[in-house]
């Protein structure tokens, strides 16, 4: 049984026109989709020259011919295009193709009835600049290089900061690369920097931990990988003042702490991890393999699957010493660990010291860099004995311009 549109009520009708409407509003998208190309694998130098996309404003003209036959003037498929010129906002003409000079003229076949060669070329006739001109425009020229150079100046400075007799700075611009081998998905990566004695220090401002952003995995292989490519930089200091045998000091540890998060915004702990930063500079690749506390039976493992958290350590430096223990022997008798995955780290050290000042024929003697630091609290101590003299000396200096001139300069006396 049929029903006419005109017996219908008429918010049927109107809710049918709708619903008619949006099928062709998206076949008319889907079609769109299916037209437009999202990726171009093979790009041609054209397109990756056009894909550029430059923000600085253009005005562009085009010189045309039309080519067509007599009595067929002015058809669209007729017109060439000779010459193309664009002018920036910085007063930057570009004419594609280029101004003829030496080369031979331009060419353009014609398709139809008869197939005609055109050539064609391209001069600069304007007017040569004026020698008032051409020194106005180098002045400004120097001074837009000049400005240029004070502002990279002013970037760089010009002072070069140098470390005391004896200290030893320490820039490291590390990265966290990625993560696998973890049980649940969505990652992060806890990690901090501890400086094992006092005679270590940074600066104020500087922070010595971070986190990373929550990543998903990636099936590689036999295990699941999360990138986070997450960088981060610090600088930390050393001063070797103590002369005896043990007096060297550990280098830094760089901890870490693997958790994951899942749907409902709780998290887990996956592993931790810890790894003594290079002794050496340059970069190095350090791939940490971690281990969480584990609980037995299957009550914690459910319920560390289905309700989220699990067992923590309190303190993250006893995955390695902990920083409180003064005896001699650790036990971690009764603590059960699993082995987990492992977090990569990409370090780029920097080290900068007066010891490296020192000769090539020293320098191979010397195992490290902290066996070129002992040698130097001796010249430390040469080096603030000659800094308090050249106060006393300065201090002596002031005191004797002040003087009354007949007291400073001695005077012959006469004797009647």
Known sequence: ???????????????????????????????????????????????????????????????????????????????????????????????????????????????????????????????????????????????????????????????????????????????????????????????????????????????????????????????????FSYPFTFEVSFLHEDESAGALPAWPVLYCEVLSLDFWQRYRVEGYGAVVLPATPGSHTLTVPTWRPLELGPVAELRRFFIGGSLELEDLSYVRIPGTFKGERLSRFGLRTEATGSVTFRLHCLQQSRAFMESSSLRKRMRSVLDRLEGFSQQSSIHNVLEAFRRARRRMQEARESLPQDLASPSGTTVS
């Not at 004026?130 to 837009?144: G, I, N, S, T």
């Open 1 to 227: 049984m049929t029903t006419a549109a005109s017996e219908m009520p008429s918010f049927l009708v109107e809710r049918m026109a709708n619903v008619r409407r949006r099928r062709q509003d998206r076949r008319g998208m889907e079609g769109g989709i299916l037209k437009s190309r999202i990726v171009t694998w093979e790009p041609s130098e054209e397109f990756i020259r056009n894909s550029h996309v430059i923000n600085t404003p253009l005005q562009t003209m085009y010189i045309m011919a039309d080519l067509g036959p007599y009595g067929k003037l002015g058809y669209k498929k007729y017109e060439h295009v000779l010459c193309t010129l664009k002018v920036d906002s910085n007063g930057v003409i570009t004419v594609k193709p280029d101004f003829t000079g030496s080369r031979g003229p331009y060419r353009i076949e014609t398709d139809g009835e008869k197939q005609e060669l055109w050539k064609y070329t391209i001069d600069s006739v304007s007017s040569l600049a004026q020698p008032e001109e051409e020194e106005r425009e180098q002045r400004a020229l120097r001074d837009l290089y000049g400005r240029h150079k004070e502002y990279l100046n002013s970037l760089v400075g010009t002072d070069f900061e140098t470390t005391v007799p004896g200290a030893l700075r320490l820039f490291v611009n590390g990265e966290v690369v990625s993560a696998q081998g973890y049980e649940f998905d969505n990652l992060y990566v806890h990690f901090f920097v501890e400086l094992p004695t006092t005679s270590w220090s940074s600066p104020a401002f500087q922070q010595l931990s971070g986190i990373t952003q929550t990543c998903a995995t990636k099936s590689l292989g036999m295990d699941n990988v999360a990138y």
